[in-house]
């Protein structure tokens, strides 16, 4: 079983500035992905950035890295220079093979306002 | 198309009104998934499809959700006798394969649903 804790439920940036978004999971996999999912107003989940469980290196994707702490089961996601386009809510996730379905499972969530 | 599609976008019932929801996914993905996400919640794993087989169903919530993909590709999520609990987004979503964690999930818009 995987489940995937998000602490922050809102959190508000000023454009230009930095923002770090907290997850923590647990899972009995030996074999995972990490990601973090946007979802602007629109509803689609867009994907910002992943992270393989046996890579020891950050991942990062132009503005967006993320800060992967495997032994404490930490997986944050910092936004540097921050847009007004980033505002949306973002979602952690993990996923592993369970059974016959590699599914994602999914934090609840932190709420991200860009002001400026 | 070039994504996933799902229809209705909106669609409001009156308890006790069977709905069925359609979802088009991209063309040869293998994976299809059904979540369900409640307001203010992270989508929560509803069944998956290997093709047109079925293979993990263990997040419907009751025996009124049926899903189905009789032909491999477009997928139907019914719900028969809808109760006020059912009001949330359903987001399909699909992938080229499921042997791969980091094979990329494509979610579509999803699909409101009010029950009044």
């Known amino acids: 079983a995987q489940t995937v804790t998000q602490s922050q439920p809102e959190m508000s940036v000023q454009e230009a500035e930095t923002v770090t978004l907290s997850c923590t999971y647990d899972?009995?996999?030996?074999?995972?992905?990490l990601f973090w999912y946007k979802q602007p107003p629109s509803r689609q989940m867009i994907l910002v950035i992943r992270?393989?469980?046996?890579?020891?290196q950050n991942a990062t994707e132009n503005r967006f890295s993320v800060n992967f702490q495997k032994a404490a089961k930490s997986f944050s996601l910092k936004i540097s220079d921050s847009q007004l386009g980033d505002t949306a809510m973002y979602f952690c996730?993990?996923?592993?093979?369970?059974?016959?379905?590699?599914?994602?499972?999914f934090g609840t969530g932190t709420r991200l306002q860009v002001t400026l | 198309g070039a994504g996933v599609s799902q229809s209705p976008r909106y669609k409001v019932a009156k308890r006790g009104q069977d709905v069925a929801l359609r979802c088009d996914p991209i063309?040869?993905?293998?994976?299809l998934f059904w979540y369900q996400q409640a307001l203010g919640q992270g989508p929560e794993f509803l069944t998956y499809?290997?093709?047109?087989?079925?293979?993990?169903k263990s997040g419907l919530p009751s025996d009124r959700f049926f899903a189905e993909r009789p032909e491999g590709s477009v997928s139907t999520l019914k719900i028969q006798r809808t109760q006020q609990e059912d009001s949330a987004v359903y987001l399909c979503?699909?992938?080229?394969?499921?042997?791969?964690?980091?094979?990329?999930?494509?979610f579509g818009n999803g699909t409101r649903l009010t029950v009044t």
């Open positions: 996730a993990s996923r592993g093979y369970t059974g016959t379905a590699s599914k994602l499972t």
């Open positions: 063309s040869g993905h293998v994976s």
């Open positions: 979503a699909s992938s080229p394969t499921n042997r791969d964690l980091d094979s990329p999930l494509h």
């Open positions: 899972t009995s996999e030996s074999n995972y992905y």
């Open positions: 499809f290997q093709n047109e087989a079925q293979l993990d």
């Open positions: 992270q393989e469980a046996y890579k020891q």
